[in-house]
């Protein structure tokens, strides 16, 4: 078309062009009016739906698809343009394809939420073109919805299903070695090559050597790790927990990595609870493993907020004394920027220690990290990385303090908070921490 018009100029001063100018546009009109009849009159059309979960992950890349049928006797060529929630503030939702008459086509995408909340999603936008391409047909389908952004269950369902299947140590779970023999007793059972030659049962064996057929076989006795422990995840929502990293904020990253931990407790046949706080007592779910309990954490975390004020880690001891009475794992997730700022803290936390197995979880600067790997080409360059490094220097200071009074300590850059903490968790029970 456009170049018809360009045609039509360029016959105003050559007259000889016209007619063939004039037979050409004529020509496009007649071919504009068929495939406005191809597209409005042939009963033809396109169906469109958008399928989703009920509910988003926080931090995680959800999986969107959008059905495209072409009801159509003819092929089309499509544009799509998905109207997500504002919240992600992408430009690049607009989707082509070419769909055969009669077939179904499947868009796929993947969106990544960093903040919980509701996201209201709008309507699925077609513009359908038949094989002239002269025309398109816009097709509007109403999916609009408002769908809520979780913590990270689907984290929580991927260390999970490792977890049932032993094999953790695809996503960085160390295998620990046992220490001790903190297990309770489960059963006798008869001995098999690799069992631990200290845990025959001799008594056991000798009665069954009164049998023929059970006089040459040894009877072991066989172990499970020490069950219905509690492990409590402290989250501290004070202003420290404001800081972004890749988008999610600190808060994020100990909400998804509390859900996480928490559904591998119950796993290993442990009591989870949750206790949040900031400058005052926030919300408190008692330690337990009844069915139907991570669904209450999840919905518990869902609602947690940072605030802009300063944490009260008395309140913090007071709480903690209040209403954890039997001795728990406290795993507590919050920042300390300064070993000064740890140090004003410090007695509270010593207090916790008594009384509990405490782990203080706080985050490495990544940003900070990757300036200080990076080349130095000036004085002022050296100047800054000088400095970095003392901030640096002063976090892993901050673990030496806490570890000289008995109170154990993990730094960790935020994306790697969950298997940590994870690795942290079955350490102590190896251990028989716990």
Known sequence: MTALIAGLVVAFFLPGWLAPVQLGLGLAVALMVVDIVLLYA???GVFGRRVMGDKLANGSDNDIALYLENLYRFPIRTETIDEIPHQFQRRDVLFRAAIKPGETSIISYRLRPTK????????????????LGLVRRRFRFDESRVVPVYPSFLQMRQYELLAIHNRLTEVGVKRIRRVGQSMEFEQIRPYVAGDDPRN???KATARRATTPEAADSLVVNHYQDERAQQVYCLIDKGRVMRMPFEGLSLL?????ATLVVSNIALIKHDKAGLMTFSHQ??????ADRRSGHLRKLLEVLYRQ???YLETDYERLYVSVRSHIRQRSLLILFTNFETLYGMQRQLPYLRRMAKDHLLLVVFFENTELRSYLDGPTETTQDVY?????????QEKRQIVRELNRYGIHALLTAPQNLTVNTINKYLEFKARGLI
């Open 42 to 44: 042939g009963g033809g």
């Open 116 to 131: 919980r909340g509701e996201y209201e999603f709008g309507a699925m936008n077609v513009y359908a073109a038949s094989p």
């Open 200 to 202: 025959i049962n001799w």
């Open 252 to 256: 994020d990253y100990a909400i998804n």
């Open 281 to 286: 007592p926030g919300a408190m779910v008692a």
């Open 305 to 307: 907020k940072t605030k």
């Open 384 to 392: 800054n990385q000088t400095v970095a490094e003392k901030f640096a």
